[in-house]
């Protein structure tokens, strides 16, 4: 492990967030700029945010299925917007097997048209309908400003996509997949989240309609951490997906996509990590409970790892996910930092007098020092510790959510609006003309993140253009 010092969140935000994501092994730069290598730290992370979600999406009756990696450039061009959207991100394949390829091929940077294609073929009548289908793959856009996890050349992923026979369908799949988003980043990651609309100006490239979730960084920045999106009837069209309908009928169908990524790794780090290093919400973490031995002489550490060992064990059997941290040469004093650095959310020691005692001390890395400290009987500790994984949980949604509406204000005119983006979010009523969001991000550079679908009907005057708006809306900085 480097020594380097992380800095603190107030000295260099950006860099805390760097160091953090090297130093706790969530992943690493690879050879190739704006790639990204995701350690075993960080994968197991992902791995549980996988199955938290797909859990959701097959309770949903969707089913998982794998297109191909390499798309024909042509079927990018199909859809107009989309193409515009995606061009300039788009890594090409022109030559395979020593050959120049007649067509080049390009790297999905997202799978609709190679589904849309299939979906043509697959869907006949009103009888095939819907079609639920996602995939758990890795996508490619040319980003050239990266940063791990936040925005990297290569990410990781889930997209959906359905076909449906009516907008009412596909509209009501869109916003039942927003909701599954939301509920997995309230429940599971711990995260509040704006469940909102997006702009016309900040829609998927061939979407209709755009949604999204928004999450405010410790930073007071915004994450847009998942979107869904309702795609009309555009992919239909260009792809030619139609169904007979009922009447014998030959209609288009109405499709939608949805995708969160290894991007929401991020919106963990930065919601909930402090200046001693990361806090992984219990129901994601890869380790939810560090066991730390603390010992002295050769005698001592018989009994204590004895100890440590049973308990580890029975933590194991109850489905806790426990670590026995049983590193020689490392002091107990390193080991904590270590963990408390990795995040990890409870911490159990053990020492002699401990063993003679039946008990163990619970330590929570929400709450430094002896305030977040407790004895345990080792006797009933599985019970104990799923009890304090729960309180730990609910804590940590509690202070984002917290730090969230204390960051995040009503401006009474632009100036104060300028300043209030400069330290979170500012929610606003907007008149809904492209014009005003359009210099608004010129003026502060701070977009408009979402609208969000729960609000306050009243009306009031655009925050920029004082012209009479029916909505509000939130602005923010954004990664
Ligand atoms: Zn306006």
Redesign the pocket.
């Known amino acids: 492990m480097s020594e380097l010092k992380v800095p603190s969140r107030s000295e260099d935000y950006s860099e805390w967030y760097n160091q953090l994501v090297l130093r706790a092994e969530l992943a690493d730069y690879a050879p190739v700029r704006g790639c990204m290598i995701v350690r075993p730290y960080g994968w197991a992370l992902w791995e549980n945010i996988q199955q938290s979600l797909d859990r959701r999406f097959k309770a949903t009756g969707h089913v998982n299925a794998a297109f191909p990696l390499l798309i024909p450039r042509s079927f990018i061009e199909k859809e107009k917007s989309h193409v515009a959207g995606f061009s300039p991100e788009l890594a090409v394949v022109t030559h395979g097997g020593g050959e120049k390829l007649e067509e080049p091929l390009v790297v999905r940077p997202t799978s609709e048209t190679i589904i849309g294609h299939s979906y043509a073929k697959w869907i006949q009548s009103y009888r095939d309908l819907p079609v639920l289908i996602n995939q758990w793959n890795s996508v490619v856009r040319w980003e050239l400003r990266t940063k791990l996890f936040l925005r990297t050349l290569e990410f990781f992923w889930q997209e959906g996509h359905t076909a449906h026979a009516t907008l009412e369908e596909a509209e009501a799949e869109t916003r039942q997949m927003l909701d599954i988003y939301t509920d997995f980043a309230v429940n599971e990651a711990a995260i509040p989240v704006i469940p909102g609309r997006k702009s016309e100006s900040e829609r998927f490239a061939g979407a209709d309609q755009t949604y999204s979730i928004e999450a405010m960084m410790g930073d007071g920045k915004a994450l847009q951490s998942g979107t869904s999106h309702n795609l009309g009837q555009n992919f239909a069209k260009a792809f030619e997906i139609r169904y007979l309908d009922k009447s014998g009928a030959l209609q288009y169908c109405w499709t939608t996509s949805w995708g969160l990524s290894t991007r929401f790794i991020g919106a963990i780090i930065m919601v909930h990590g402090d200046d001693q290093g990361l806090i992984l919400p219990p129901r994601l973490a890869p380790y939810q409970a560090v066991i730390v031995p603390i010992y002295k002489t050769d005698e001592e550490k018989i009994q204590v790892m004895a100890a440590a060992r049973r308990i580890r064990a029975e933590l194991v059997s109850s489905d806790i996910r426990t670590v026995l941290d049983e590193r020689e040469g490392a002091s107990p004093g390193f080991k904590f930092n270590d963990w408390e650095m990795r995040g990890v959310p409870l911490r159990i020691e053990i020492g002699p007098k401990d063993v003679s005692k039946g008990s163990v001390v619970l330590a929570r890395r929400d709450k430094p020092g002896k305030e977040g400290k407790s004895f345990f009987p080792q006797a009933g500790l599985a019970e104990a510790v799923k009890q304090a994984l729960d309180v730990v949980q609910k804590a940590l949604y509690e202070r984002a959510l917290k730090f969230r509406i204390a960051n995040t204000t009503d401006p009474g005119d632009y100036a104060e609006f300028g300043g209030a983006v400069e330290k979170g979010f500012a929610y606003s009523f ?2 809904g ?1 492209a ?2 969001e359009k210099n608004i991000k010129e003026g502060t550079k701070a977009t408009l993140r979402c609208v969000p679908l729960e609000q306050v009907q009243e009306t009031g005057k ?1 925050i ?2 004082g ?1 009479p ?1 029916r909505e509000r809306a939130y602005f923010a900085k954004a990664y």
């Open positions: 907007w008149c003309s014009e005003c655009c920029y253009c012209q708006a």
